[in-house]
């Protein structure tokens, strides 16, 4: 688990990152991330597994 101070940052870092690869998501440096991302962001959304 994160702390408050860490949680913080990496909500930050994400939206930051997020947002910049939203923006340009047709540009190739994104290519390799991209689903990724979507697997990752969509396990981030559901929760810590049980």
């Known amino acids: 688990n994160f702390g408050p ?3 913080a940052a990496f909500a ?3 939206k930051l990152f997020s947002e ?3 923006e340009n998501r047709k540009h ?3 290519a390799p991330l991209r689903e990724a991302f979507k697997e990752f962001m969509v396990g981030l959304k559901k929760g810590p597994a049980a």
């Open 20 to 22: 910049v690869m939203i």
């Open 12 to 14: 930050v870092g994400l």
């Open 5 to 7: 101070e860490q949680s």
């Open 28 to 30: 190739p440096v994104f």
